[in-house]
């Protein structure tokens, strides 16, 4: 990875939205309930990004639940060409793209070809604010009236809306953030719900049904669209951290104990917790070190804490009342802790946001894990609709809030043009990449290059370098490690390096100890002249506002639809179910060989790891041996004595 430059904007970032390709007689909500039998065509339309992948994962449930005979799915993004369309057959797996020859060379950017060409791709739309249509045509005898289930997911054609904004173009984003934002101290809904959304704000959002066509009303305007009745909450997921070096050793029991982090075969199961009891214990000492440098307990609660606040308040400000919880996976306040306080509060749809920009099996799969496990157990947990955000890498708002971040940082160096940008990502065993199918390493990677582009777009081409951090343990993890790219950086003698954790958005140990202190030790020494970090996004009101619009975006499918990324070749759903997404990657995963246990002879990568270690081992009882006893090779040769 080091040198990759990232070239090129994005397809249709920033086109002008054609009215003329809306078939705006065509489309409409069917109002009718999934399953009334007289539904002769229903138009599925949403704004913002998250319809094109809401209006594949209605047809593809509709394919799933085996109505798809006569069933089409039209696809039009008004920021394209109309000769891109896309005609979707009985399975998104199937789509076909119409003329798209003819245009695809033009609207299609190096970076997204290198990304496979998605363009129709629900992260692309959402990155870009997008506004898409898809129609699905059915006979009556294609929706047969289906029975009410508990599942939490059933589809309910009735909530996919159809909202259409007068101010087209690359920033619509709902409207919302544009036409209906007010200062924070005009905030009304301190802490709980307000009755009414304000009135008086202009939407200009129109609901077509199939019969007729009206502009809404102000006061049945997009918030109370969204929010009807409903109580609604976010559950933001993060990691958690010890807050005193006495909560040090427990904590990592928690972390080694979840199978998601030490994964070890069927067979060997039962030895998980007297394992992480071991490896705990033995790691507490050089952990409580590193919290103890950075002044004695992790800062990851309260900055989570803080985010929560500020989310909560930006939603507010777009007139989505709602509650936030925090709900951490190996500490205070546990996950648990935040669902009991879920059901005290009543509430009735809960988007669930983990704050890892990247998925990976080992932080927001565990974390999802774990709540499926939740909700399974909970009669009002499985009644209560819900919806997850697996991952929000690609959003416009994170990727220029990082760049600004970036920008910002890189003008305090003496040369900044000649400065080497430095990604610097939490690693991951290699074996969850490419025996699991993590997507955490192409993700991180997509991350980057749109942060590259944002950067080009700014003007500022430096080179820049992705590198992966904090491997514990004797297995390999991915590469290149950061510690390892450092030296090699030196002896290339780049002079600069801006360091710019990646994979986290709140300070915590990594940053502040392993990144500001140790990689910046081993800089300076390989010969690094000028050093600096990015700090980590925390509150930034850019990266608060789309962590809002993320949750927004979400809320019409919050309970309506979710269907497996896979089956819709998306590169992660931008939404979905705890249970479906983790159906669709259970379905893909292959049992990861142990961490601890493997073992080659020869000269692999592994085995070398390991013949290493055992060779060390064996070094060091020796030296026990014949310091102890005073006899041996070093004695025989009068080395050891020298050092007395
Ligand atoms: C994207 C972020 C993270 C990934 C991926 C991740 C994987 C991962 N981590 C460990 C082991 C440890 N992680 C520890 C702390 C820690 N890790 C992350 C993030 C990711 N981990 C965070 C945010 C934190 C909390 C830091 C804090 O301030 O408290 C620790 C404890 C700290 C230490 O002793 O170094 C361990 C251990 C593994 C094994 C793993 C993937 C399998
Ligand atoms: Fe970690």
Wanted: aromatic share 8%.
């Amino acid at each position: 990875m080091v040198g990759r430059r990232a070239t090129g904007a994005p397809a249709g970032r920033g086109d002008r939205t054609d009215e003329a390709v809306w078939p705006v007689g065509d489309w409409g909500v069917g109002s009718d309930e999934w399953g009334q039998g007289q539904l002769r065509k229903v138009t599925v339309a949403a704004a913002c990004g998250c319809s094109c992948s809401a209006a594949l994962r209605v047809f593809s449930s509709i394919s799933r639940r085996g109505h798809t005979s006569a069933a089409s799915l039209l696809l039009l993004s008004p920021s394209r060409p109309a000769s891109e369309r896309l005609l979707l057959g009985p399975s998104p797996r199937f789509a076909t793209r119409l003329q798209s020859s003819s245009s695809s060379s033009s609207h299609q950017s190096a970076a997204s070809a290198r990304r496979g060409g998605r363009m129709w791709s629900s992260s692309q739309a959402s990155t870009r604010g997008v506004i898409e249509v898809g129609i699905v045509e059915a006979g009556p005898s294609h929706f047969p009236k289906r029975p009410a289930t508990r599942n939490s997911s059933r589809l309910n054609l009735s909530r996919a809306y159809a909202i259409k904004s007068s101010s087209v173009g690359s920033r619509t984003r709902l409207c919302l953030g544009q036409c209906c934002q007010m200062k924070s101290s005009n905030c009304k809904c301190k802490m709980g719900w307000s009755p009414q959304p304000p009135s008086g704000l202009r939407h200009h959002l129109r609901v077509y049904s199939s019969a007729s066509e009206a502009v809404l009303p102000s006061q049945s305007d997009f918030s109370k669209l969204l929010v009807g009745n409903e109580k609604i909450g976010v559950l933001l997921l993060n990691l958690g951290g010890p807050e005193t070096l006495d909560d040090v050793q427990p904590f990592l029991f928690n972390l080694f104990a979840d199978p998601d982090i030490i994964r070890l075969p069927r067979l060997f199961r039962f030895l998980q917790k007297p394992l992480a009891q071991f490896i705990s214990v033995a790691r507490a000492p050089k952990s409580k070190e590193g919290y103890a440098s950075i002044g004695g307990g992790s800062p990851l609660r309260q900055i989570t804490d803080a985010q929560a606040e500020a989310l909560r308040k930006a939603l507010c400000e777009k007139d989505i009342p709602a509650k936030v919880y925090v709900g951490m996976r190996y500490w205070h306040p546990f996950t648990e802790e935040a669902i009991e306080q879920i059901k005290r509060d009543g509430i009735t749809k809960l988007v669930v946001l983990p704050l890892y920009p990247q998925f990976s099996i080992s932080t927001s799969g565990s974390s999802l894990r774990l709540l499926e496990s939740i909700f399974r157990e909970d009669e009002y947990l499985v009644n209560m609709q819900h919806t997850v955000i697996p991952s929000w890498y690609q959003r416009e708002g994170y990727i220029k809030a990082m760049a600004t971040l970036i920008e910002k940082e890189l003008s305090t160096f003496p040369e900044p043009q000649k400065v080497m940008i430095f990604f610097s990502a939490h690693g991951v065993p290699l074996a969850y990449v490419e025996e699991a199918g993590d997507p955490y390493k192409a993700e991180m990677e997509e991350c980057v290059d749109l942060i590259m582009e944002e950067l080009e777009k700014r003007g500022i081409k430096n080179s820049c370098t992705l590198a992966y951090q904090s491997r514990v343990g004797p297995v390999e993890w991915l590469r290149p490690y950061t510690d390892e790219t450092i030296i090699e950086l030196g002896q290339r003698r780049v002079k600069s390096l801006l360091a710019v954790p990646i994979s986290f958005v709140s300070e915590h140990i990594e940053t502040l100890e392993e990144i500001d202190v140790e990689y910046k030790e081993l800089a300076l020494e390989s010969g690094i002249k000028h050093w600096g970090r990015v700090p980590a996004l925390g509150c930034e009101p850019t990266f608060i506002t789309d962590l809002a619009d993320a949750v927004i975006e979400s809320l019409p499918y919050v309970g309506a639809m979710a269907v497996s990324n896979i089956e819709a070749r998306q590169p992660l759903v931008p939404l979905g179910s705890v249970e479906e997404l983790l159906a669709a990657y259970d379905s893909k995963r292959e049992e990861l060989p142990p961490p601890v246990t493997v073992w080659e002879w020869g000269w692999t990568k592994s085995a070398e790891t390991w013949n290493g270690r055992a060779a060390m081992l064996a070094v060091l009882a020796l030296l026990v041996l014949e310091v102890t006893t005073g006899k041996g090779f070093l004695h025989q040769w009068g080395i050891l004595p020298l050092f007395r």
